[in-house]
């Protein structure tokens, strides 16, 4: 006999898979201070662990990508819970840096799963606008969960929760939508129009690989100063956690809004617009202090908001013939080259602050001017990519009106 699917539970179940990411993502950020501190953590080796985050989210994404057809969402939603309880447990009783290292690569496996399993999941599940409408509202949750996470972890820093009884909050989802997906029925995989060794070779197209090139800048520029939020503003007199919910606030409202823009600027003009943005947004973050950092974030958040959709809605409308492969291949670039990024610029503030001491200042100060000269280093990301998408931009009206 077969189980009837209830497509609207399994939308909300994902939909708190993907907040257990979001989660993950904000109140990592939210700790990294006091972890630092109670374990004796440089900002190299924070670095390190946060890379793990970022690392184990394209391995799973990719290859349960690659075999979602085969195995289907189920099998692979057992997967990400069975990796984010282990990841999140385990992060709670380490007491040492080779098991936060192990532990946050769990949960970044799990991040990934979700991402692999629950986007095709939902388009078996509905058809036409509704699934359109589906899709925007889940992704949705993931800057949506980030503010949330944001101000839990700032209220319960302030009131002095210890990170572990943090850590313990990014569970709540976990838990919630492993009972939802329990004993549900779940679609059949939709058979792929391409086979992966197809997709492959359409992937060696220059333009792709171009494409993939802007995929880690844009990705860098989007997870990296969120990511260290909290050590590089720290000393800048506003809250860390205000201005990365604020950021993320924006980028949810932005993206569930984004048809019209998208339709008036077309996607590289948006991508385009997006490079200027950020690198506005970043150099006022690295020059701005007290209640302007909350101007400043409004123009950073402008600026990376369309950059992740609007990077697989390109590569989508351009080279279809990429197939699932080539999103979830281009996904797994962006979040790789956030992975290998983050020891980079905990290896910037460490040198920056050393540069900031030996000139004589100390203490806040100094944390103050290495937060500051780190944000100015990542100027170069978005710099490069207003170069790259004018390029793309011009090359574009050249052949229409060719």
Request: one cysteine or more.
């Amino acid at each position: 006999m077969n189980q009837t699917i209830n497509a609207n539970r399994l939308f909300w179940a994902s939909c708190f898979a993907l907040i257990s990411t979001a989660f993950s993502f904000s109140i990592r950020a939210g700790i990294l201070t006091q972890l630092g501190s109670e374990l004796n953590l440089d900002t190299v080796q924070l670095g390190t662990i946060s890379s793990m985050w970022f690392l184990g989210f394209p391995i799973s994404m990719i290859f349960f990508g690659i075999f979602y057809s085969k195995i289907g969402p189920k099998i692979i939603m057992q997967v990400a819970f069975l990796a984010h309880a282990i990841g999140i447990l385990t992060t709670i009783y380490a007491s040492s840096y080779n098991v936060l290292l192990i532990s946050t690569l769990f949960i970044g496996i799990g991040n990934g799963c979700t991402e692999a399993a629950c986007n095709p999941m939902i388009a078996d599940s509905y058809s036409g606008n509704e699934f359109h409408s589906k899709l925007n509202k889940f992704h949705m949750w993931f800057p949506g969960g980030i503010v949330l996470g944001s101000l839990i972890s700032k209220f319960m820093t302030e009131s002095a929760f210890h990170w572990q009884a943090q850590i313990w909050v990014i569970l709540i989802p976990t838990v919630i939508y492993a009972i939802l997906f329990w004993g549900q029925a779940f679609p059949q995989p939709k058979a792929n129009a391409s086979s992966p060794l197809t997709s492959f070779k359409a992937m060696l197209n220059p333009l792709y690989l171009f494409m993939a090139a802007c995929m880690a800048l844009t990705a860098i520029s989007e997870f990296g100063p969120q990511q260290w939020v909290g050590p590089i503003l720290a000393k800048a007199g506003a809250s860390p956690m205000l201005i990365l919910a604020l950021v993320t606030g924006l980028m949810a409202v932005g993206r569930y809004f984004a048809g019209p823009i998208v339709e008036k600027l077309n996607t590289v003009g948006v991508l385009l617009g997006s490079a200027v943005f950020g690198l506005i947004g970043i150099y006022m973050l690295s020059t701005m202090s007290g209640s302007m950092l909350y101007v400043a974030a409004i123009f950073y958040a402008l600026g990376i908001c369309y950059f992740w959709p609007n990077m697989l809605g390109y590569v989508g409308q351009h080279l279809p013939q990429t197939g699932a492969l080539g999103l979830s291949v281009m996904g797994g670039i962006g979040m790789f080259s956030s992975a290998m990024f983050q020891p980079v610029i905990g290896g910037w503030i460490k040198d920056n602050k050393g540069a900031a001491e030996a000139t004589g200042l100390a203490g806040d100060a100094a944390d103050l001017v290495a937060g500051q000269a780190t944000l100015s280093n990542m100027l170069i990301f978005p710099a490069i990519l207003i170069v790259a998408f004018a390029l793309l931009y011009f090359m574009g009206n050249k052949k229409q009106l060719a």
